[in-house]
């Protein structure tokens, strides 16, 4: 079975911790949904798409997600760029 754009994005930039009360909100998870895109050299979906395929895999309340890998360090340096 192929995996979608959106099940690879899961795998390689985010990690899920059922026991964590984290959560990664909406802005958060598609800026790194598109950090890890520009990374990757593909093309963003819209917001609306996004949403629209996460709904069916994660919970969007309390996902127990976090960024991790290469996604992660560039969404956090462009979200704060004094830190470079």
């Known amino acids: 079975m192929a995996h979608s754009q959106f099940d ?5 930039a985010t990690q899920c911790d059922r026991e964590s009360d984290s959560t990664l909100d909406r802005d958060p998870l598609y800026g790194l949904y598109t950090s890890w895109c ?3 050299q593909r093309a963003p979906r819209t ?3 996004f949403w629209a395929a996460m709904q069916k895999r994660i919970d969007p309340g309390t996902n127990g997600l ?12 462009a979200s704060y ?3 470079v």
């Open 38 to 40: 520009l990374l990757n």
């Open 47 to 49: 917001e609306s798409a």
């Open 66 to 77: 976090r960024m991790k890998g290469p996604a992660a360090a560039d969404y956090i340096l």
């Open 81 to 83: 760029p004094g830190l």
């Open 8 to 12: 690879k994005f899961l795998q390689e």
